[in-house]
């Protein structure tokens, strides 16, 4: 097991209560990309009963490229953003991922063909590719130690507002379905034209809100440190927390650049030490998405269909989902400074491992209603205050200054390739294995991640961006436990 960080004094202790209003808004300003993230990630759900039928996908291979289409373009977008960060900026990525977002929104919405569809949602992720690799690393790297957990979770904080707001959004421009409605039906109805549509139009409004909220924050003091522009990194870091803790920051920050080597980041990417630490951001990274909460929310209609829900009353379940899924995150928000991230983690994974295996056996035995409604809030329940923000916390801090934006790019890469597998592949597999042979398949998956985090999963928690890169350096990434 990676054992626990030298005790001494902590960045924590000597920061001291840091934590003025202007941290909260520019942290929270820089977390809107994961309002424009979740909101998207989800409205597709919703809407995907009615543009299926306009655009008559009626096999799984057309149904499943819809769905996961937009994480091509997230794949991209989280592989650029490492080199574009390091060269521009945190700041101005941020700017650009909302741009690209509210055009891609209006241009989804507008589409008037398959194939039309499937670029403006590809140029939509490759925007939240951008800002779901660029928005925790930007806020971890403006956080005082004592608050980083808690910073870097509004992020999950407006991810999962995103889903709220689009399943509620979903809920209110659907229009009741008939029961036993046919598909043609269903076309010419305002669902089938024009419902969907606006689903996906009205992402347009709180991009614009993060575009505008771009313009107020500071740019990364570390990347300005990174750049030797100090003047300027000393200047954000007094407005975020005052002249003493901008003397700590700058004052560590020194110390640990000059212990690095001279050679490429990239070439101390590839490092037999950090690669050990890139292999746990990855790795963590796949669990976060291959525990199979996901497929909940992208496949919300097929799940609760496959529990006895109609379609009216499947809409509102998902609004249920999206409630528990805001409650738990915040228990989590108040959690991670207290209890740690390796203690969520593990017991997350531990819950999901259970949750799954039992919610798979209700399935193989043909239950429905309230108990499948109960055991799905319970899984989400889990991941909301595990899996869901505590990777983001760590894989914005585990990684060295220098090499952060490169490491962080190849971690949310991964965690998009991902999320493309799965999404893509579960019509498939719930053809081939059902719902049960699904959820079980989960419940192996989040066991082995289990075991892995138990043995390689270090402590973070209270030690600044600097300790734990020093760190990771004195043990070469192979500590003991």
């Given at each position: 097991m990676?054992g626990?960080?030298?005790a001494?004094?902590t960045?924590?202790?000597?920061e001291g209560?840091?934590?003025?209003a202007?941290?909260?808004?520019a942290a929270?300003?820089g977390?809107?990309?994961?309002l424009l993230?979740?909101?998207?990630?989800?409205?597709?759900?919703?809407a995907?009963?009615f543009?299926e039928i306009y655009?008559?996908?009626?096999?799984p291979?057309?149904q499943g490229?819809?769905?996961?289409?937009?994480?091509?373009g997230?794949l991209i977008?989280a592989m650029?953003s490492?080199?574009?960060s390091?060269g521009l900026?945190?700041?101005?990525?941020?700017?650009l991922?909302?741009?690209?977002?509210?055009?891609?929104?209006?241009?989804?919405?507008l589409?008037?063909?398959?194939s039309v569809?499937?670029?403006?949602?590809?140029?939509g992720g490759?925007a939240i590719?951008?800002a779901?690799?660029?928005?925790p690393m930007?806020?971890a790297?403006?956080?005082p130690?004592r608050?980083r957990?808690r910073l870097?979770?509004l992020n999950?904080?407006?991810?999962?507002s995103?889903?709220?707001?689009?399943q509620v959004v979903n809920?209110?421009?659907?229009?009741?379905?008939?029961?036993?409605?046919?598909?043609?039906?269903?076309?010419?109805s305002?669902?089938?034209q024009?419902g969907?549509?606006w689903?996906?139009a009205?992402t347009?409004?709180?991009?614009l809100?993060?575009l505008?909220?771009?313009f107020?924050v500071p740019?990364?003091?570390?990347?300005?440190?990174t750049?030797?522009?100090?003047a300027?990194?000393?200047r954000?870091?007094?407005?975020?927390?005052?002249?003493?803790y901008?003397?700590?920051?700058?004052k560590?920050?020194?110390e640990?650049s000059?212990?690095q080597?001279?050679?490429t980041?990239?070439?101390?990417l590839?490092?037999p030490?950090m690669?050990?630490?890139?292999?746990?951001g990855?790795l963590l990274?796949?669990?976060q998405?291959w525990c199979?909460?996901n497929?909940?929310?992208n496949?919300?209609?097929e799940?609760?269909?496959a529990?006895?829900?109609?379609i009216?009353?499947i809409?509102?379940?998902?609004?249920?989902t999206?409630?528990?899924?805001?409650?738990?995150?915040i228990?989590?928000f108040g959690?991670?400074?207290r209890?740690g991230?390796?203690?969520?983690?593990?017991?997350g994974?531990t819950?999901l491992?259970?949750?799954?295996a039992?919610?798979?056996a209700?399935y193989?035995l043909?239950l429905?209603?309230?108990?499948m409604?109960?055991l799905?809030l319970?899984?989400?329940?889990?991941?909301?205050m595990?899996?869901a923000p505590?990777?983001?916390v760590?894989?914005?801090e585990?990684?060295p200054n220098?090499?952060?934006?490169?490491a962080?790019?190849?971690?949310v890469?991964?965690?998009w390739m991902a999320?493309?597998?799965l999404?893509?592949t579960?019509p498939l597999?719930n053809?081939?294995?059902g719902a049960?042979?699904?959820?079980w398949t989960f419940?192996?998956i989040?066991?082995a991640?289990?075991?892995?985090?138990?043995?390689?999963?270090p402590e973070?928690?209270?030690k600044t961006?600097e300790?734990?890169e020093?760190?990771l350096r004195?043990?070469?990434?192979?500590?003991?436990g």
């Open positions: 990676i626990p960080m030298p001494s004094e960045g924590a202790q000597r209560r840091v934590g003025s202007y941290l909260w808004i929270s300003a977390a809107l990309g994961g993230f979740g909101y998207d990630w989800v409205v597709i759900g919703g995907k009963p543009y655009f008559h996908l009626d096999r291979e057309l490229w819809a769905m996961s289409c937009a994480l091509i997230c977008g650029s490492g080199s574009l390091n900026g945190r700041k101005r990525l941020l700017t991922a909302a741009t690209v977002f509210a055009i891609s929104s209006l241009g989804t919405g589409a008037s063909r398959f569809f499937v670029v403006w949602r590809i140029l490759y590719g951008l779901s690799g660029i928005s930007y806020i790297e403006i956080s130690a608050l957990g870097v979770s999950q904080m407006a991810i999962v995103g889903i709220l707001l689009a809920w209110l421009i659907a229009r009741p379905v008939p029961a036993g409605a046919t598909a043609q039906q269903i076309l010419v305002w669902n089938g024009w969907w549509r689903m996906f009205v347009a409004i709180p991009s809100l993060f505008a909220a771009t107020l740019e990364s003091p570390r990347w300005l440190a750049k030797g522009r100090e300027e990194a000393q954000a870091l007094e407005r975020l927390g005052g002249p003493e901008a003397r700590h920051v700058l560590d920050f020194k640990v000059g212990e080597s001279r050679g980041a990239w070439r101390e590839a490092a030490g690669g050990k630490v890139l292999l746990l990855v990274a796949v669990l998405q199979g909460i497929v909940i929310f496949y919300a209609q799940i609760f269909a529990a006895g829900y109609q009216s009353g809409l509102f379940d998902i609004v249920i999206g409630a528990v899924n805001v409650a738990f995150t228990v989590a959690a991670i400074d209890f991230r390796r203690f969520l983690l593990l017991t994974a819950g491992v259970l949750i799954y039992v919610l798979g209700c193989h043909h429905r209603g309230t108990p409604l109960l799905v319970a899984a989400i329940a889990c991941y909301s595990s899996l505590v990777t983001w760590v894989i914005a585990i990684f220098r090499i952060r934006a490169g962080m790019s190849i971690s890469a991964a965690l999320c493309f597998v999404t893509y579960f597999l053809a081939g294995l049960a042979g699904s959820f419940a192996a989040c066991l991640g289990l075991l892995y985090l138990y043995f390689r999963l973070t928690q209270g961006l300790e734990i020093t760190w004195s043990s070469r990434g192979e500590v003991k």
